[in-house]
């Protein structure tokens, strides 16, 4: 079937190709916009660690750096292992029941966060030179 057939048995008008393909060009305009906000590789970033809106630490993120843990014990005997790994950071062992933050893995990204709901335990990767992502109020 020719394109001229096509046209005119499926009713489509001569301006309805172009606003499908604007439509469809506009649909990737998300993947631009958020992935222009991510930092450059070589940015240093910062993993800040608040339990119920208090910041407790605040960890390097750093390409290369030797690994290292640090264990947070709250009053009530409640632990949470966080490991740091170079630029990337998780919760390896937690106390809570449900250990949905030990299974989120690993952050290494701007604006990602890890969130330990029974600890009411936050850690936040923001970039040094204030250019975070959100600006979230706690």
Known sequence: ?????????????????????????????????????????????QAVLRVDGKEIETFELVEGKKGTTYL???PDGDTNLIEIDGDRIRIKEASCGDQICVRRGWASKNGETIVCLPHKLVIEIIAVDGSETDDLVY
């Open 72 to 74: 947070y014990e709250d």
């Open 1 to 45: 079937m020719r394109l001229k057939e096509f046209m005119k048995s499926s009713r489509l008008k001569p301006f309805d190709g172009i606003i499908i393909v604007l439509l469809i060009a506009s649909s990737f305009l998300p993947l631009i916009i958020f992935g222009w906000n991510q930092l450059p590789e070589n940015a240093v970033k």
